[in-house]
């Protein structure tokens, strides 16, 4: 009989946390300490900085929230053939589920609701229960699992796909959609901040430290690797779709159009546009890419609708 048992995703799940956990508490330390600081000092006389203490407190419970929160919204989920269970405690019979709806963004329930792609499960006692594809490394595999098992009536079966040589791209007509990263605000951002540092470099008389080489060397990399990460583009060509990024020119990923379920285009906070593609056995992936103007972004929307693909519009509204 098969079983399949969600696993928290190690970097997007539980670095989340510690991040936040860290951030809180950082933050009410903070605070604490410039006021024991100026009352040390008697800096501090009017009431209104005796609140700082308690702000810092707040930061410190909101800390502990934070784990008690993504743990709830994150449980271990396992399914077979009768049975779903949420957590050691919530368990029901799959003939008790009224509706599944596999993908499309679902509430995170965390300060606010936060919109996460995710799959939704109605039980007919009026229970929704929720789960999210980032905050595991398999979700696709639960997907899959109530696509066939709950939804179609079948016996579960993994999907294959095959890896695709690159070399199959040789004889095919590729349309790229891009931008041109030197007019991108992340472009900008990426080689501005380079030849300005180079520019400090060569602009003194003499040959900076050591150190300083090494921390100027280390900001750059770390500034170009993450802005680059953010410059991917697409090709398209009558079979695949293709991924390529403008600095990291040996990246690439190649899907089959057959293999593609849906495609969406999202945007979060502080990042640009971004196409995330979703499998036909759920797997799914996101792709930033901070180059493409709105124009192209629609364009690839038509052309990959004419190629009957799937696509969620959610963050593209004008030209």
């Known amino acids: 009989m098969t079983t399949i048992t969600t696993k928290r995703h190690k970097l997007k799940f539980y670095l989340s946390i510690v991040f936040s956990f860290l951030f809180f508490c950082g933050f009410g330390t903070f605070m604490i300490w410039i006021f024991i600081s100026g009352l040390n000092r008697g800096e501090f006389v009017e009431a209104k900085y005796y609140f700082m203490p308690v702000f810092g407190l707040l930061f410190y419970i909101m800390a502990f929230y934070t784990i008690v929160k993504y743990f709830r919204n994150v449980p271990i989920i396992s399914i077979d053939k009768d049975l779903i269970k949420f957590g050691s405690a919530e368990i029901y019979n799959l003939t008790d589920i009224q509706n599944v709806v596999l993908t499309g963004k679902k509430p995170f329930k965390f300060i606010f609701k ?12 009026g229970t929704t229960k929720y789960f999210f594809d980032d905050m595991y490394s398999n979700a696709w595999e639960l997907k899959l699992f109530l696509e066939q098992v709950v939804i179609k009536k079948k016996d579960f079966a993994y999907i294959e796909n095959y890896r695709i040589d690159p070399s199959e791209l040789r004889y095919e007509q590729i349309s790229y959609f891009k931008g041109n990263q030197f007019t991108s605000l992340r472009g900008f951002s990426c080689w501005g901040i380079i030849v300005f540092f180079i520019y400090l470099m060569i602009s003194r008389d003499k040959i900076p430290p050591v150190g300083a080489l090494i921390l100027i060397g280390s900001i750059g990399t770390v500034l170009f690797v993450f802005n680059s990460w953010l410059m991917n583009f697409f090709g398209l060509s009558e079979e695949y779709f293709i991924i390529k990024n403008h600095n990291f020119i040996w ?3 190649i899907y089959r159009l057959t293999d593609i379920k849906e495609v969406i285009f999202e945007t979060r906070v502080k990042m640009p546009n971004c196409l995330r593609i979703v499998t036909k056995d759920y797997r799914n992936k ?7 103007r709105d124009k192209t972004w629609l364009e690839l929307k038509r052309v990959l ?11 593209i509204y004008h030209c």
């Open 114 to 125: 936060y919109p996460m792609e995710g799959t939704e499960i109605l039980l007919k006692n």
């Open 251 to 253: 990246k690439e990923n």
């Open 286 to 292: 996101l792709y930033p890419a901070a180059t493409l």
């Open 305 to 315: 609708e004419k190629e009957g693909i799937k696509v969620r519009n959610e963050c």
